[in-house]
């Protein structure tokens, strides 16, 4: 099986490119449905994840083109409402967001409970009320979710947490569904503001995507478009976080500096500077020892909990004692663990971890125990010195296009190796 091999303790330089994002171009290629033709879908990263999403296109009847890198063309004219099966989904959370695409376009979907990294309980209950507020009905049996209406009509869905996913599905819902729908309790993520402009590309009629309450105007017709996805906030701040804990002067390229702002504000809590351009975000660090800072998750605009691994193993080597509150989710301290195998000095306790710092951490065998956990192994092991191997990498290939190139590009040490299965 294949792990990465790091040898720890080099500082970075030079200039990482980042690529489209994964949650949004997830929903974005479920949507396709809507198109009736062809969509051409550029900036999409070449990720696990977004393979498994064009096979699932594919498998419900759709041709998925790649006429050059990172670019797709989606042809959904043969496209029918079929089940879909648990060995496509489990693969893959966003399996889920086809319930609301395939509901508004055909009247009707039936996809498996969708898999995911596993961060405790993960309810689907926001995305069933949205449905029945549009007037669908929803069957749940044998781990098969089956969504279907006659007709959907627009309504006021006020969801009872803030969810990226609910609000996607409701989004999609309702772009077809007569009548007006408002969302409100929204996210506000990037990734729903940029899936709505695509829908809206496609002739449809949403508003307010970005702030807590989304209107969406029912439309008859949709058409093919193209449209290029936004850049990731989580893989930009991922590399921001390794070049702040490792040290060094890198550039991040292709980025949109608003979405990176509570990553931004939270690395220069920890005393490193950052220096934003128009469409990139240079860290400049010493690496190692950094103020001790306090933070916390939450939906956007708030600190983003996908960066919460990432940003506690850069907390390993602060001055003093650092706090990470983990607010969305119930349990994604996981990884904790192995970061202690690498000596850092952490206590869990509910929903908050105490990271006191330590001089040095030690290279070691670790194990990713889901995508940003893995990111998070990654970074412990560009700041140990030595040589740490990182496993179950497959879970880190989900999200991170080409980590292994651009980290070299910028002096790491680092080599996707092929062990002999143990
Ligand atoms: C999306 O997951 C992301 N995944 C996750 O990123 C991310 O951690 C999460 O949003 C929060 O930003 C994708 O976009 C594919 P939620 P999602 O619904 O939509 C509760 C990554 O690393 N909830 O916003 O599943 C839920 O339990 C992945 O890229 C309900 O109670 O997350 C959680 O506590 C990991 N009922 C909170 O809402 C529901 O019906 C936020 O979950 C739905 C959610």
Known sequence: MEKFVIHGG??????????????????????????????????????????????????????????????????????????????????????YYLLGALLSNFGKACVALPGGCYF????????????????????????IVDVKADELYGSSIYLDVVSVGATINAMLAAVKAKGLTVIENAAREPHIVDLANFLNSMGADVRGAGTEVIKIR????????????????????????????????VTIDNVIPKHLESITNKIEDCGVTVIEYDESVRIISEGGKMK???????????????????????????????????????????????????????????????????????????????????????????????????GNIKLIDRGYENLVEKLIGVGAEIARVNFEEE
Not at 16 to 22: Q, T, V
Not at 51 to 74: D, Q, S, T
């Open 218 to 249: 029912g439309v008859e017709e949709m058409h093919g478009c193209t449209y290029s996805i936004i850049p990731d906030q989580i893989e930009a701040g991922t590399y921001m976080v390794a070049a702040a804990a490792v040290g060094g002067d």
């Open 120 to 143: 405790g309980v993960r309810p689907i209950d926001q995305h069933i009320k949205a449905f029945e507020a549009l007037g669908a009905t929803v069957d749940v049996e044998n781990a």
């Open 10 to 95: 080099n500082k970075l330089h030079g200039n990482i490119n980042i690529s489209g994002a994964k949650n949004a171009a997830l929903p974005i290629i479920a949507a396709s449905v809507f198109a009736g033709d062809v969509c051409r879908i550029e900036n999409v990263p070449d990720i696990s994840d977004v393979r498994m999403m064009i096979r699932i296109l594919e498998f419900l009847g759709a041709e998925v083109a790649k006429p050059e890198p990172n670019v797709i063309l989606v042809d959904v004219k043969n496209v029918t409402p079929v089940t879909i099966p648990d060995k496509m989904t489990s693969k893959l959370r966003a399996s």
């Open 292 to 390: 001790a800072c306090r933070v916390k998750t939450s939906p956007h605009p708030g600190f983003p909990t996908d960066m919460q691994p990432q940003f506690a193993a850069m907390l390993c080597l602060c001055n003093g004692t650092s706090t990470v509150v983990e607010d969305v989710w119930d349990n994604r301290f996981k990884y904790i663990d192995q970061l202690r195998r690498m000596g850092a000095n952490i206590i869990v306790n509910g929903d908050t971890a105490l990271i006191t710092g330590v001089d040095k951490l030690r290279a070691a065998p670790v194990e990713a125990d889901d995508l940003r956990a893995g990111a998070a192994m990654v970074i412990a092991g560009l700041m140990a010195d030595g040589e740490t191997t990182v």
